[in-house]
Every structure is written in structure tokens, then in C-alpha cells.
């Protein structure tokens, strides 16, 4: 057992996400039962590490909060310590105040951080590892876009509550001879639109990855018209854009790292639709943030749990710069290094793409 080793603190990190609280759950029960340390959480991600705003995690502060959405610790997208707001003179500039979170965590004796989010609190998490701070990674992301894991917690539950929203889409389109559009998150991957869209037995899915032909969508519905079926059930990815256009963006957050919000591709394809399928009404719906809340799905909250083990197992190995994820069937470990700007979009020779096609699922192309 590690000597060196007396405290650890958490912190959660961008958008929040089913699996966050298993987790945080995972390493504080590890850290006390099995290792002795200390643990605490920082709230609201780094700015907490910043502010020193900290709560002490014990078995009982973490108890009851397996299953539950959301994260005990609360979060942030905004606060880059590398690239940080501040007042100075009374005007508002961004600098770098990483040393100040680490002498923060200095005066507190914390020897080890975990910092559990996706692409941009890792990049500052490798960025600490980098100024020498004892840092475990562990990936978070409803998206699935992370390349240095098969998977992140979160998107399991994300998937299956796209899923169960396109079931009960199905039974009303059905009813209504109406064609039907969901719109689901996932940034400029199409992981949860293809997952749900098989799932869900969607009949046309839309993904970033493959551009769309909206004449193809047309045909699809016709196709199904003369096969007797007068409903037709579209999954759309937020970031999918046709072949001759552009994304759609809902906003831009000025003050986010990441400023770009997805959203609106679902009703835009709808009037586009409308405008040329006469005999049929167009509904679009988008599922937004509900895909993230709520209650974590049983493989979210096992894998959340494994992530959260590993991560502690690492701290006692003091195998630090590394980022928890699991390869196979099994939980495994990558530097660093490595998980940051690689992200994971949908092949061209995607298997699971091209099964949907032959089960007659268009992808629009
Ligand atoms: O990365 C997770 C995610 O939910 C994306 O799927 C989505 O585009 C984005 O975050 C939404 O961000 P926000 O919660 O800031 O609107």
C-alpha cells in the first residue's frame, strides 16, 4: 500500500452525466474502506480547486447516490484554470492560475486528484499531470466520442432513453400516419443516434458522420407507404447536416471552452419535409437534456463503479497521468497523453452501419 498517499480529492468536470455520482461513490468508498485515505470533493470542477471550495466525502456523504443522475459535487464548462476569467484592476482578462489551484491543494494535503469529465477537463487534467500534480483521469461523456476508451459512462443510459423515447414515438406516429423525428444529442458523433436507432427500430437514422440527401429520406417514406406502413420514424443526431449544408446551431455560450451548442437540425428537417411530403404531417421532438438526467442505467452504474475502483487501485500504485478505460471486457489504464483531441466518430465501414442497412435502415446517403 502506498505510503506517500494520505488524501485524494474529486472533482466532476463539464456537462454532467448519468454515472458521475457512481463514481464519485466508487472512489470514496475504495479510497476509505480499502486504503485509509481522506477523500474530498471540489464543487463545481475546477473553479472549486481554484476557490478552494471543498466538501469532505465520508460513507455516509456519499451513500444513497448510486443510481441518482446528476453529480453530489455539482459542475462547470466553464472554467479552464489554464485560461481563466479573472478581475484584475478592475477589468476582466483570462490567465493562467493553475498554480494557485496547486498550491491550494498543497495546503490541504492533497496528494492525489481525480478528475472525472470528458475532452476538455482531461485536457486540463493532463495539463496538471504535465506541472507534475498526481492526476487520475476517468472518461466521462454521454457521447461516446472519447477514441481512448470503448466506452464512457453515460452513454449506456443516454441510449437508452433515446431508445424508450423512440418506443413510445412509434405508437403515436402510428396512430396519426405521421412521420416522426427525434432529435438526440452526441455533438459530432452519431453514437447514441445509431445505438437507439437500432434499439428503438427507428426506419431512417441521420448521424454526423454520413451527410444526408433529403431526397433519400422522401424515398424511404414512399417506400414504406407502398409496403402498406404509413408512419415513418426518423432518429437525427444533433450534429448531423445534409449533404450540400451545415450543421445547425442552436447557440453560442461565449464563455464556454467549447462554445458551439448543437440543436435544430430535427425541426429543420421536419419543414424541409413538410414542404415536399404533403400527404403526411411532420413532428419533430428533441430530447435535449433529459437524455441526461434522471436515473443512471444498471450498465452505467457497474461500469461507473469499475472506473471508479480502477482509478483508486492507480492512485495506491501511484501510477498517476493516466486515464482509467475499459478495453474489451476489460477495465484497463492509458496515459494521458494520449485520450486528448482523439475522438471517436462512426466509420465508413462501421459494422453496426452497416447491419442497420441491411435490415433496410437508411442512413439518407
Ligand atoms: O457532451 C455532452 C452534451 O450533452 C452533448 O451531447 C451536447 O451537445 C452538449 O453536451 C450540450 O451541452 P449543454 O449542456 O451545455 O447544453
Same mark, same amino acid.
Given at each position: 500500500?502506498?505510503?506517500?498517499?494520505?488524501?485524494?480529492?474529486?472533482?466532476?468536470?463539464?456537462?454532467?452525466? %448519468?454515472?458521475? !455520482?457512481?463514481?464519485? &461513490?466508487?472512489?470514496?468508498?475504495?479510497?476509505?474502506?480499502?486504503?485509509?485515505?481522506? +477523500?474530498?470533493?471540489?464543487?463545481?470542477?475546477?473553479?472549486?480547486?481554484?476557490?478552494? =471550495?471543498?466538501?469532505?466525502?465520508?460513507?455516509?456523504?456519499?451513500?444513497?447516490?448510486?443510481? &441518482?443522475?446528476?453529480? #453530489?459535487?455539482?459542475?462547470?464548462?466553464?472554467?479552464?484554470?489554464?485560461?481563466?476569467?479573472?478581475?484584475?484592476?478592475?477589468?476582466?482578462?483570462?490567465?493562467? +492560475? *493553475?498554480?494557485?489551484?496547486?498550491? !491550494?491543494?498543497?495546503?490541504?494535503?492533497?496528494?492525489?486528484?481525480?478528475?472525472?469529465?470528458?475532452?476538455?477537463?482531461?485536457?486540463?487534467?493532463?495539463?496538471?499531470?504535465? $506541472?507534475?500534480?498526481? +492526476?487520475?483521469?476517468? %472518461?466521462?461523456?454521454?457521447?461516446? /466520442?472519447?477514441?481512448?476508451?470503448?466506452?464512457?459512462?453515460?452513454?449506456?443510459?443516454?441510449?437508452?432513453?433515446?431508445?424508450?423515447?423512440? /418506443?413510445?414515438?412509434?405508437?403515436?406516429?402510428? *396512430?396519426?400516419? @405521421?412521420?416522426?423525428?427525434?432529435?438526440?444529442?452526441?455533438?459530432?458523433?452519431?453514437?447514441?443516434?445509431?445505438?437507439?436507432?437500432?434499439?428503438?427500430?427507428? /426506419?431512417?437514422?441521420?448521424?454526423?458522420?454520413?451527410?444526408? /440527401?433529403?431526397?433519400?429520406?422522401?424515398?424511404?417514406? $414512399?417506400? @414504406?407507404?407502398?409496403?402498406?406502413?404509413?408512419?415513418?420514424?426518423?432518429?437525427?443526431?444533433?450534429?448531423?447536416?445534409?449533404? =450540400?449544408?451545415?450543421?445547425?446551431?442552436?447557440? #453560442?455560450?461565449?464563455?464556454?471552452? =467549447? %462554445?458551439? &451548442?448543437?440543436?435544430?437540425?430535427?425541426?429543420?428537417?421536419?419543414?424541409?419535409?413538410?414542404? #415536399?411530403?404533403?400527404?403526411?404531417?411532420?413532428?419533430?421532438?428533441?430530447?435535449?437534456?433529459?437524455? @441526461?438526467?434522471?436515473?443512471?442505467?444498471?450498465?452505467? &452504474?457497474?461500469?461507473?463503479? @469499475?472506473?471508479?475502483?480502477?482509478?483508486?487501485?492507480?492512485?495506491?500504485?501511484?501510477?498517476?497521468?493516466?486515464?482509467?478505460?475499459? $478495453?474489451?471486457?476489460? #477495465?484497463?489504464?492509458?496515459?494521458?497523453?494520449?485520450?486528448?483531441?482523439?475522438?471517436?466518430?462512426?466509420?465508413?465501414?462501421?459494422?453496426?452501419?452497416?447491419?442497420?442497412?441491411?435490415?433496410?435502415?437508411?442512413?439518407?446517403?
Amino acid at each position: 500500500m502506498s505510503k506517500k498517499i494520505k488524501k485524494i480529492a474529486l472533482l466532476t468536470g463539464g456537462g454532467d452525466c %448519468p454515472g458521475l !455520482n457512481a463514481v464519485i &461513490r466508487a472512489v470514496t468508498r475504495t479510497a476509505i474502506l480499502q486504503y485509509g485515505y481522506e +477523500v474530498i470533493g471540489y464543487k463545481f470542477g475546477y473553479r472549486g480547486l481554484y476557490n478552494n =471550495d471543498y466538501i469532505k466525502l465520508d460513507l455516509n456523504s456519499i451513500s444513497g447516490i448510486l443510481h &441518482r443522475g446528476g453529480t #453530489i459535487l455539482h459542475s462547470s464548462n466553464k472554467d479552464n484554470l489554464f485560461d481563466y476569467q479573472v478581475i484584475e484592476n478592475g477589468e476582466t482578462v483570462k490567465k493562467d +492560475v *493553475s498554480d494557485k489551484a496547486i498550491e !491550494n491543494m498543497k495546503n490541504l494535503g492533497v496528494d492525489a486528484l481525480v478528475v472525472i469529465g470528458g475532452d476538455g477537463t482531461l485536457t486540463s487534467a493532463r495539463d496538471f499531470a504535465r $506541472k507534475g500534480v498526481n +492526476v487520475i483521469g476517468v %472518461p466521462k461523456t454521454i457521447d461516446n /466520442d472519447l477514441l481512448a476508451t470503448d466506452v464512457t459512462f453515460g452513454f449506456n443510459t443516454a441510449t437508452e432513453i433515446a431508445c424508450e423515447a423512440l /418506443d413510445r414515438l412509434h405508437t403515436t406516429a402510428e *396512430s396519426h400516419h @405521421r412521420i416522426m423525428l427525434l432529435e438526440v444529442m452526441g455533438r459530432n458523433a452519431g453514437w447514441i443516434a445509431l445505438d437507439a436507432g437500432i434499439a428503438g427500430s427507428a /426506419d431512417v437514422i441521420l448521424i454526423p458522420e454520413i451527410p444526408y /440527401d433529403l431526397n433519400k429520406i422522401v424515398d424511404k417514406v $414512399k417506400e @414504406r407507404e407502398e409496403a402498406g406502413k404509413q408512419f415513418t420514424i426518423i432518429v437525427v443526431a444533433e450534429g448531423a447536416k445534409p449533404k =450540400d449544408g451545415d450543421v445547425v446551431v442552436a447557440k #453560442i455560450v461565449d464563455d464556454s471552452p =467549447d %462554445p458551439i &451548442r448543437l440543436g435544430g437540425i430535427g425541426n429543420k428537417i421536419a419543414a424541409d419535409l413538410e414542404a #415536399i411530403i404533403k400527404n403526411h404531417e411532420v413532428r419533430s421532438t428533441t430530447l435535449g437534456h433529459i437524455q @441526461r438526467g434522471g436515473n443512471t442505467s444498471a450498465y452505467d &452504474r457497474i461500469l461507473s463503479t @469499475r472506473y471508479g475502483v480502477k482509478a483508486t487501485e492507480l492512485i495506491n500504485e501511484e501510477l498517476f497521468g493516466n486515464m482509467v478505460c475499459l $478495453k474489451g471486457q476489460n #477495465i484497463s489504464y492509458v496515459s494521458l497523453e494520449e485520450v486528448i483531441g482523439n475522438t471517436k466518430c462512426i466509420t465508413a465501414n462501421d459494422e453496426k452501419v452497416a447491419a442497420a442497412k441491411m435490415m433496410g435502415i437508411s442512413f439518407g446517403d
